[in-house]
């Protein structure tokens, strides 16, 4: 058990909806990390969160958006949902950066299916 | 701008035998680098990391990894794999002056058979 939890493991829903990922961090970590994996695309970085803020954004679409709250707990929201955005959604946590800290700390993901 | 490159989709040995998963990098700076591994409908564990210092790095389960700048690689390594070693590998890099933002390779699927 890495200490990070996500909510929920599946979600099934239809193209053009809108979803909202959850994340809890492991205890006393500040950074969370969105990723995307698909099978065509692989593991893809979306946003990272420290203590709240934005530090840095990878392939995140226009259609996604992302927060952190002051418990530090993060979502992820997706709308306007197309068949392409099917994938396993990971969220990690670190203390800090990855060289900082030196690892991160993967839940175990949700599985989003668009029909 | 930074990226790494698993180029084996796959890597197939058999128990026993050595186990080599390759990894090369692109940054445009001093890179960290990490290795985590991914069981079936699991999240990433993390394996090893090279932060900085010693080239040879020693990991959880077995594994080791070295890195070598003049050649740009990270390759993963264990002595003698085992059948619960069958998992997905990925190879990722940040870079120093930027620590937040993790890149994945595409992943290797390492089968060991009995």
């Known amino acids: 058990d890495s200490g990070v939890t996500q909510t929920p493991k599946h979600l099934i829903t239809a193209t053009g909806q809108r979803v909202t990922l959850r994340c809890s961090p492991r205890?006393?970590?500040?950074?969370v990390y969105w990723y995307q994996q698909s099978l065509d695309q692989g593991l893809q970085f979306l946003i990272q969160?420290?203590?709240?803020?934005?530090?840095a954004k990878g392939n995140i679409l226009e259609r996604f958006s992302a927060q952190q709250f002051p418990d530090l707990h993060s979502e992820l929201n997706l709308s306007s949902l197309e068949l392409g955005d099917s994938a396993l959604y990971f969220c990690?946590?670190?203390?800090?950066?990855?060289?900082?800290?030196?690892?991160?700390?993967f839940g175990e993901g949700s599985r989003l299916t668009v029909l | 701008a930074q990226s790494v490159a698993q180029p084996e989709d796959q890597v197939n040995v058999a128990e026993g035998n050595p186990l080599t998963v390759k990894c090369t990098y692109s940054?445009?700076?001093?890179?960290?680098l990490f290795w985590y591994v991914q069981y079936p409908n699991r999240g990433l564990q993390f394996l090893l990391k090279?932060?900085?210092?010693?080239?040879l790095v020693k990991g959880s389960y077995g594994f080791e990894a070295e890195f070598n700048k003049s050649q740009t690689s990270f390759h993963l390594k264990k002595p003698s794999a085992l059948v619960s070693d069958s998992a997905l590998y990925f190879c990722?890099?940040?870079?120093?002056?930027?620590?937040?933002?993790?890149?994945f390779g595409a992943g290797t699927t390492v089968t060991v058979r009995a």
């Open positions: 990690a946590s670190s203390l800090g950066g990855s060289g900082r800290s030196g690892e991160l700390f």
């Open positions: 205890s006393g970590d500040l950074s």
């Open positions: 969160y420290y203590n709240g803020e934005e530090r």
């Open positions: 940054v445009s700076g001093n890179p960290y």
């Open positions: 090279y932060i900085t210092g010693d080239n």
């Open positions: 990722a890099v940040s870079l120093r002056s930027n620590d937040y933002k993790l890149s």
